[in-house]
């Protein structure tokens, strides 16, 4: 487990005074243990007590019906605060009402861009789960560890039988959708950069664009971002792997080309591209096992190029009881030897044992699984956002997990 940036982090927590006594229970819970957590001093070594809490309280959602107005008052609150100056808190709680995953002006996402534009990273918990006993018992240990990560700490990585130094890179993209003009008015590329132990190292994400010329361009410009970036990297890289998501096409391969092109002119570090994928049309039998179910790790090559890997199997089935245990496809655009290939897979599996989403995470590889997160926030995060943020604000936020 590595230690977290400080040793006395500030945590603060946002929420109506109607919620004083739920932010009560979720403060003492952290701090004390519920369930079969042990609370966070003991068992991720950090203590949480009075005067390291910041409450950024003080409004109230009582006179405010619809999901608009809550917004605001959570955003004049976050902006009061800012206001006064003093000391940042490292993370922000925020404690709100559920919503609908597809709405965009919630208090859950205006809270999120308006502490991001200031280079704050939050978590948010909804009241809901506070107050259902049952949730909630099982969810505080998985609250603490994103507190934890977001505070910049490593909780647990892999041992990889290969020392050399190699990183992934999950390339990505996200849009947003104009309901009343029925097009796609936004498009966001962007990369999430993760070492082949587990550690995530940083995060690159373009400014909107307003068509699909725009859109590439701005993919080629954000995998050469990348690709400098890990040439900073305090330890030097050998090889790095990209692994592209399912709806990339012929044209987003050829704008990664592009930038490797440039990119291999300056730099010795061997590239390698898989596109990785959630495969669901596909299900192995293992006529060896009495329920037929495959092994973690079994991989089976649909074709030279491609095959399917299983992060789960039948030694696990508790955590996948009510689906079908998680597979990958992975498809290979090398022309290196097979020996190269059964490594990038090796790598792939690893990073599916790294997901630092929760203790109890479902086993994909993270390349894949913080990609898609990032996509769902900057698909409601208003277009504006980067705009606002000060340059060692966005050094900061680009090096940490704020979309865990």
């Not at 943020?389 to 050094?395: K, L, M, N, S």
Request: glycine residues 6%; contains cysteine.
């Amino acid at each position: 487990m590595g230690p977290v940036t400080s040793n006395d982090p500030r945590i603060g927590f946002v929420f109506p005074t109607e919620f004083r006594d739920d932010a009560n229970r979720l403060y003492l819970a952290l701090r004390n243990g519920v369930g079969y957590f042990k609370g966070f001093a003991h068992t991720l070594q950090i203590p949480i007590e009075k005067d390291t809490v910041v409450p950024i309280s003080g409004f109230s959602l009582a006179s405010h019906r619809t999901l608009d107005a809550q917004s605001k008052v959570y955003t004049d609150a976050i902006f009061s605060f800012i206001g006064k100056g003093g000391t940042k808190p490292d993370v922000l709680l925020v404690l709100h009402p559920k919503t609908a995953p597809w709405q965009d002006r919630t208090p859950y996402y205006s809270s999120k861009a308006a502490l991001l534009a200031s280079g704050i990273i939050s978590q948010d918990v909804t009241v809901e789960l506070i107050r259902n006993e049952t949730q909630f018992q099982w969810s505080v240990a998985n609250i603490a560890l994103a507190l934890f990560v977001k505070l910049g700490g490593i909780p647990w990585v892999v041992s990889r039988r290969l020392s050399s130094p190699q990183v992934v890179l999950g390339i990505g993209q996200a849009h947003t959708y104009d309901a009343v003009k029925r097009h796609t008015s936004r498009r966001y590329a962007f990369t999430t950069c993760i070492r082949a132990e587990g550690p995530f190292e940083f995060n690159v994400i373009s400014k909107p664009a307003e068509n699909k010329a725009e859109y590439l361009a701005a993919l080629r410009q954000t995998v050469a971002s990348a690709l400098d970036r890990v040439k900073q990297l305090k330890r030097p890289v050998e090889q790095i792997a990209l692994h592209l998501p399912k709806r990339f096409g012929y044209e987003e391969r050829l704008a990664i080309e592009s930038a490797l092109s440039s990119n291999s002119e300056s730099s010795a570090t061997h590239v390698e591209v898989l596109q990785v994928t959630h495969e669901e049309d596909f299900f192995l039998l293992d006529s060896a096992s009495k329920t037929g179910l495959p092994a973690r790790g079994t991989m089976v090559f649909l074709d030279r190029r491609s095959c399917m890997l299983y992060t789960e199997g039948r030694e696990e089935l508790q955590p996948w009881q009510n689906r079908a245990p998680t597979a990958i496809r992975a498809r290979y655009f090398g022309n290196s030897n097979e020996q190269v290939l059964y490594d990038l897979l090796a790598q792939t599996f690893d990073l599916s044992q790294v997901n630092y989403r929760g203790f109890n995470a479902t086993s994909s590889p993270v390349s894949i699984v913080y990609s898609s997160l990032v996509a769902k926030l900057l698909a409601h995060l208003p277009p504006d956002w980067q705009d606002k943020i000060e340059p060692h604000d966005r050094a900061r936020l680009e090096s940490r997990m704020w979309f865990l």
